[in-house]
């Protein structure tokens, strides 16, 4: 199971871009990565899955490189209410009961 | 369309009682899973089931710890003699598949006391 590495904390300027970055160097051929973000007393929330190469949404975009050993999402201008818990996690069909979502990184954005 | 729902919110039990926590998936959702997330933690996974098949129950802490989902729609998670540790908020979500997004539901906020 792949495991994953992300940073505890960030911080940012309201209508900066922030990308956060998701380290999983064991990752499986069949592996999906899917990122979630989680405000205080809220489930998460799905915010993008990919495979491989870029995906783009109405919320964000997921850069995975070629040896899929990282992945990065990206959100536009950020806004206060983009302050949350980011959470990266990969597996498969196989492995999709043994997911787990770490601590996640918990994103700051201030004024 | 109404997303994943759960009830109660709250639930403060004294210790040795016994609680049901429902849970409504988005309908059609064939995957439903539970989570068991501490304060400050991510969400740590219980049990999965695919339709009404059971298929993962290596997360459940305890023997004290059922979940069902007789007709592979509503889910019910029951804690039996319910102990301090188990204070949490319970998640649950439902997606279309076992891979595909997770949609979770707002929690029960379980307290023990």
């Known amino acids: 199971l792949a495991k994953t590495t992300q940073p505890i904390s960030m911080d940012s300027y309201e209508g900066q871009e922030v990308n956060i970055t998701c380290s999983h160097n064991?990752?499986?051929?069949?592996?999906?990565i899917t990122w979630y973000q989680q405000f205080p007393s809220q489930g998460p929330r799905f915010i993008i899955q990919?495979?491989?190469t870029k995906v783009t949404n109405e919320v964000a975009s997921l850069f995975i490189p070629a040896d899929r050993k990282s992945s990065t999402l990206s959100l536009p201008r950020v806004s206060l209410s983009d302050t949350a818990v980011y959470y990266c996690?990969?597996?498969?069909?196989?492995?999709?009961?043994?997911?787990?979502f770490g601590t996640g990184t918990r994103l700051q954005v201030t004024l | 369309g109404a997303g994943v729902s759960q009830s109660p919110r709250y639930k403060v039990a004294k210790r040795g009682q016994d609680v049901a926590l429902r849970c409504d998936p988005i309908?059609?959702?064939?995957?439903l899973f539970w989570y068991q997330q501490a304060l400050g933690q991510g969400p740590e996974f219980l049990t999965y089931?695919?339709?009404?098949?059971?298929?993962?129950k290596s997360g459940l802490p305890s023997d004290r710890f059922f979940a069902e989902r007789p007709e592979g729609s509503v889910s019910t998670l029951k804690i039996q003699r319910t102990q301090q540790e188990d204070s949490a908020v319970y998640l649950c979500?439902?997606?279309?598949?076992?891979?595909?997004?997770?949609?979770f539901g707002p929690g029960t906020r379980l307290t023990v006391l």
């Open positions: 990919g495979y491989k």
């Open positions: 979500a439902s997606s279309p598949g076992p891979i595909e997004g997770q949609y």
């Open positions: 089931f695919q339709n009404e098949a059971q298929l993962d």
């Open positions: 309908s059609g959702h064939v995957s």
């Open positions: 996690l990969v597996g498969n069909t196989g492995t999709a009961s043994k997911l787990t």
């Open positions: 064991n990752i499986a051929t069949n592996d999906y």
